[in-house]
């Protein structure tokens, strides 16, 4: 486990900027600082010819100096692997698994990262980049910060209600990265801006990336998909709404948010209707594509559709204390009903509706997968560790000590969501390594384990703010680097508070209103 904190601080992103680029950085933030934020978001996260790009951007130099020490830093890489390999080895050695066990489970987790976790992955960005390289996303964006002068309002609007469509569009902290850009173009303090951007970026994220971080819930831990959705969505009620008070309380005081009482109020509570809405009665994945994920269309297309597989020599190989075989669920290659699958398609609709080539469509769908290569081993090497770790029993090794905690397990049980999201930087790996682990000790302690296990993700939500990913996303956004302290600082009581108002809601949740939990 220590080996894989060292991975998690790393997270495949570099926390410091060779000096060149720094100082390139903050040469521009000083007149463009909203188009070079911008670029960043984009060379961080939208891969693109740049050349093909809409006129009107900043120098793009310093962007390919970004995009090139990025792409080619493979620290993050190496550790992650080293990690994968390091708890193989703890697993033979100390917990007796036999070495073809240890690897096919290891390629079970890695199977799963790559689909359906990075297809998702895949699509979204692609969609993202289709939007970005054909001018679209720039219409959406003078939009947004056309509509009121008021700064207040501006905050609600584009660090809360924009962010959350990002986060749910492509997350990956773009919503950080753009938003906090664009508050700076409006006149907003830098860290100010990534502050606020920062916090407001807390109830979308459990839901966050097509609802992927959910659906590794449910699988990682056995618990339905849509039971995982309507705890969290349920949980996150009261936070969603607090979260646009909160942040006009904290640019101008209790007195002075009152003046825009209503905007707040109706953007928390339509955001948090919604939110519970959609994760209880229909999906958690996008409204955009909810007709896709439809029970009915996905039995028409899994007919005709789908592979399922064991993998072979893994399944009733491993015998638990009980003398029962482990249940392993086979692997489901669901390509037609997949939700990547209709991000994908989402974006090849959308190619000649925005004017773009089908050529330069391809190449840039190509891009899309070179920029992503280093999240896809990333991703797939987590999954590997979790799978490796619960099939070997050091999970439940974990569970049983965290089980000791006995009655108040259920309130510290989102400090480790908070945790894991912290060192990660997201919410999906937070849930892979952890929610199989809630469940067990949910189980020993005597408590339903939907409610803890549903507490990593929106635990986890609360540690985004403070993960070195989200600090120096935020720090590069508005031409801050080198100053990433002074942001983790700025965000770190904020994180205190809204965890300890999670672990509050949980605690009650699992004794004193328990009808809160859906049925299952």
């Known amino acids: 486990m220590a080996i894989y904190l060292i991975v998690s601080l790393s997270g495949g992103y570099p926390s410091r900027i060779p000096e060149q ?23 961080r996260f939208v891969p693109v010819v740049l050349a093909d790009m809409p006129q009107g ?3 793009h130099s310093i962007v390919l100096q970004i995009k090139k020490y990025i792409l080619t830093c493979p620290f993050a890489i190496l550790v992650s692997l080293l990690t994968v ?49 054909s001018g679209q996303f720039e219409i959406i964006k003078s939009f947004m910060a056309s509509v009121t002068a008021d700064r207040k309002l501006q905050a609600i609007l584009i660090a809360f ?7 749910g569009a492509a997350g990956m902290g773009t919503p950080v990265a753009i938003t906090a850009a664009m508050l700076v173009g409006l006149g907003f303090n830098p860290l100010y801006a990534a502050g606020i951007c920062l916090i407001a970026n807390t109830a979308p994220v459990a ?3 097509i609802g992927i971080p959910i659906i590794t819930a449910s699988y990682v831990s056995g618990v339905p ?34 003046e825009v009482m209503p905007a707040i109020l109706v953007s928390g509570i339509s955001f948090a209707f919604f939110q519970w809405f959609v994760s209880n009665y229909v999906s958690p994945v996008l409204p955009d594509i909810i007709a896709w994920g439809s029970q009915p269309v996905k039995d028409f297309l899994n007919s005709t559709g789908q592979i399922r597989f064991d993998i072979p020599g ?24 997949a939700y990547g699958t209709a991000l994908f398609l989402s974006a090849v609709i959308s190619i000649p509706i925005v004017g773009l080539s089908l050529k330069k469509a391809s190449g840039y769908f190509f891009t899309t997968l070179e920029q992503l290569k280093y999240p896809i081993i990333t991703i797939a090497s987590v999954l590997g560790f979790a799978f490796i770790t619960n099939n070997s029993g050091m999970s439940i090794t974990i569970a049983f000590a965290l089980a000791g905690t006995g009655f108040l397990f259920p309130f510290f049980s989102p400090v480790l969501g908070w945790l894991g999201v912290f060192l990660t930087g997201s919410d999906t790996s937070s849930n892979a390594l952890f929610c199989k682990l809630k469940y067990t000790s949910a189980t020993a302690v005597g ?10 993700a929106t635990g986890g939500v609360t540690g985004k703010m403070i993960s070195p990913q989200s600090i120096a996303i935020g720090s590069a956004s508005v031409g801050l680097v080198g100053k990433e302290a002074d942001l983790l600082r700025f965000t770190l009581k904020h994180s205190f508070i809204m965890l300890f108002i999670v672990c509050i809601i949980t605690f009650l949740q699992a004794y004193l209103i328990t009808w809160f939990i859906p049925e299952y």
């Open 21 to 43: 680029i720094q100082e390139g950085t903050r040469q521009s933030a000083t007149t463009t600082c909203e188009s070079t934020a911008e670029e960043y978001a984009i060379a």
């Open 57 to 59: 951007q900043a120098d």
């Open 85 to 133: 390999l390091v708890a193989i080895v703890f697993a033979i050695v100390v917990y007796g698994i036999p070495l073809k066990l240890a690897f096919l489970s290891t390629l079970h987790g890695a199977l799963y990262g790559l689909f359906p976790i990075c297809w998702i992955i895949i699509g979204a960005v692609f969609l993202y980049n289709v939007t970005v390289v």
């Open 161 to 167: 209600s924009f962010g959350a469509f990002l986060e």
């Open 207 to 209: 839901f966050g990336g």
């Open 225 to 258: 998909e849509m039971a995982v959705s309507q705890m969290v969505g349920r949980t996150l009620l009261f936070l969603s709404v607090l979260v646009p008070f909160y942040l006009i309380v904290l640019m101008c005081g209790l007195k002075k948010s009152f």
């Open 314 to 337: 893994l399944q009733n190989s491993i015998i638990k204390p009980d003398g029962n075989p482990l249940n392993i669920k086979s692997f489901d290659f669901n390509y037609l009903s």
């Open 447 to 456: 408590i339903d384990p939907l409610v803890t296990v549903a507490s990593n």
